[in-house]
């Protein structure tokens, strides 16, 4: 059975920082693109990072929304079988409520609010 279980949510002040973390069953994340998605009230979910599978050449392996390039991080532990986003220098409009995906199936999220 697949599952992915993210965490690592939270409230934090502007300019903070979080790292939300994908628990993933069921299958190994290193033999799988995976993603990051967000989405926040009122508006559609959009994407937010994502990681190639293992074997993915070097240039398709990491992507990143230009919202989010140079702030926030995507990285994967292949032994722990855990998916993370490193968030810094967060923002009002970082809060969403984030996602972990691979293909068609989706975490519960976590909730990621920035506010003073």
């Known amino acids: 059975q697949i599952q992915l279980v993210e965490s690592g949510g939270g409230l934090v002040r502007p300019g903070g920082s979080l790292t939300l973390s994908c628990a993933a069953s069921?299958?190994?994340?290193?033999?799988?693109?995976m993603r990051w998605y967000r989405q926040a009230p009122g508006q559609e979910r959009e994407f937010v990072a994502a990681?190639?599978?293992?074997?993915?050449?070097?240039?398709?392996?990491?992507h990143y929304a230009d919202s989010v390039k140079g702030r926030f991080t995507i990285a994967r532990d292949n032994d722990k079988n855990v998916v993370y986003l490193e968030m810094n220098n967060l923002n009002p409009d970082d809060t969403a409520v984030y996602y972990c995906?691979?293909?068609?199936?989706w975490g519960q999220g976590t909730q990621v609010t920035v506010s003073s």
């Open positions: 069921g299958f190994a994340v290193g033999d799988y693109s």
């Open positions: 995906t691979r293909n068609v199936f």
């Open positions: 990681i190639g599978a293992k074997e993915a050449p070097i240039e398709h392996l990491i």
